[in-house]
């Protein structure tokens, strides 16, 4: 981090990125992406909602349950 914040402050004083990759002896390419990137803290990964395999079936499946629940308790 301190390595980060001070190829900030040398992007700021006016050093070109060439500059400071050979200085610090990081790829031009780490550099753009310090001086362009606000927040540091890592992202926490989002997560995916997939629906069930069922959800196509559940109106025919409560329909099912629905119609078992009048008939006789043997014939269920």
Same mark, same amino acid.
Request: charged share 30%; aromatic share 10%.
């Given at each position: 981090?301190?390595?980060?914040?001070?190829?900030? =402050?040398?992007?700021?004083? /006016? %050093? %070109?990125?060439? =500059?400071?990759?050979?200085?610090?002896?990081?790829? &031009?390419?780490?550099?753009? @992406?310090?001086?362009?990137?606000?927040?540091?803290?890592?992202? &926490?990964? =989002?997560?995916?909602? @997939? /629906? %069930?395999?069922?959800?196509?079936? @559940?109106?025919?499946?409560?329909?099912?349950?629905? =119609?078992?629940? /009048?008939?006789?308790? @043997?014939?269920?």
């Amino acid at each position: 981090m301190p390595q980060i914040q001070s190829i900030r =402050e040398q992007y700021q004083k /006016g %050093s %070109s990125v060439a =500059e400071i990759s050979r200085t610090f002896g990081v790829d &031009p390419k780490t550099i753009r @992406k310090y001086v362009n990137q606000e927040d540091f803290s890592p992202q &926490p990964p =989002e997560k995916l909602i @997939k /629906g %069930s395999i069922l959800d196509p079936y @559940k109106p025919l499946i409560d329909s099912w349950l629905l =119609e078992d629940q /009048g008939r006789w308790h @043997k014939q269920r």
